[in-house]
Nanobody
């Protein structure tokens, strides 16, 4: 039921930078991990970066050293700082929230998605 709103996409030249933001309607501390995915037409959505409540972040090999995920728990916001952008980074980027929830006697996966924000890297 949490709402995620992605923003910050746009047109940028190769080598440029962009910062994406994901604003959640509730506490991001209620999720086991927040992340960013991206998708291009005809291809499967792929994980770009993820950040847990605490601990090390994870990155796709293709973006290591160029992208950085961060979180501001007080603002319930997750960011993706993208630098040294390449044309192959062009995609729709989606914010994601994952957690395990307890309902009755069971434990279930819960997942939410942002609406997506388009990043176009082109000269």
């Amino acid at each position: 039921q949490v709402q995620l709103v992605d923003s910050g996409g746009g047109l940028v030249q190769p080598g440029g930078s962009l910062r994406l933001s994901c604003a959640a309607s509730g506490s991001i501390l209620s999720f086991d991990a927040m992340g960013w995915y991206r998708q291009v037409p005809g291809k499967q959505r792929e994980l770009v970066a993820s950040i847990p409540r605490t601990g090390a972040s994870n990155y796709a090999d293709s973006v290591k050293g160029r992208f950085a995920i961060s979180r501001d728990n007080a603002k319930n916001t997750v960011y993706l700082q993208m630098t040294s952008l390449k044309p192959e980074d062009t995609a729709v980027y989606y914010c994601n929230a994952k957690r395990m929830i307890v309902r009755g006697a069971g434990v279930y996966r819960d997942e939410s998605w942002g609406q997506g924000t388009l990043v176009t890297v082109s000269s």
